[in-house]
């Protein structure tokens, strides 16, 4: 994928599947942006010196003025890409309201203002963009989210919306697309899961690969979709 000359937001960016993700995009020419909110794990990020990665400190992505500030300062953005997000595995009666909206605000509200500010700055460009968010399997089929339902509801908000936009700004060539993981295959689910089979899992690489294509200027018709990308799950 060539993406060359190109600034790319990858929201996330330091974890697991961030990296993966961040990885293809240098590799392929882009300058990555990163906004950080853990600073230890932005420590661990492998790319962190590399010459075209730009991190940025302290931006909580529900904040509304530091992710416009976040976004006026890239200028230039081809592609956003939204991975942050959180996770809450609570059966309904054990479900606070404010773990519901914690759920709402760290997967809906984060990917919307991201949205937002990047069709902004891709208009200034003048020549489309592309959008990626990243929805979940208990999103696209609610019954896998018995036992996660605040999870399960705040992911199928984000495939709504990605639909939704896709179809919004499909006149101005932003192509919004979204994959939908199972459980990905992470040191962090496997120890927290060890008798599961770890090899049905969706691969951290496989799933980058999916996002990075979706992200690309290669990607010349496909929006408003939500992958799947279960592996054999």
Not at 58 to 74: M, N, P, Q
Not at 171 to 178: M, P, Y
Request: hydrophobic letters at 45%; proline letters at 4%.
């Amino acid at each position: 994928m060539n993406f060359e000359s190109k600034h790319v937001v990858v929201t996330g960016g330091t974890g697991a599947l961030g990296t993966a993700v961040a990885g293809r995009l240098l590799d392929g020419g882009a300058t990555v942006h990163i906004p950080v909110f853990n600073a230890e794990e932005a420590n661990r990020f492998p790319h962190k010196d590399h010459d075209r990665v730009i991190l940025v400190a302290d931006v909580d992505l529900t904040d509304e003025a530091k992710v416009e500030r976040f976004y006026h300062a890239v200028g230039d953005v081809w592609a956003s890409i939204h991975i942050a997000g959180g996770f809450d595995m609570s059966p309904l009666v054990e479900t606070s309201a404010d773990a519901f909206d914690k759920q709402m605000n760290m997967n809906v509200k984060t990917a919307f203002l991201c949205m937002r500010e990047a069709v902004k700055a891709m208009r200034g460009l003048g020549g489309g963009g592309r959008i990626v968010n990243v929805a979940a399997r208990p999103g696209v089929e609610p019954r896998q989210g018995a036992g996660m339902a605040a999870y399960g509801a705040s992911k199928a908000a984000v495939a709504a919306l990605t639909q939704a936009l896709g179809e919004e700004l499909a006149h101005e060539g932003i192509w919004v697309n979204a994959v939908a993981p199972s459980i990905l295959d992470t040191p962090a689910n496997r120890a927290a899961m060890a008798d599961a089979d770890f090899d049905a899992w969706p691969k951290v690489e496989d799933v980058a690969a999916t996002i990075v294509h979706l992200a690309s200027p290669e990607n010349g018709a496909a929006r408003g979709a939500v992958v799947p990308v279960y592996g054999k799950a």
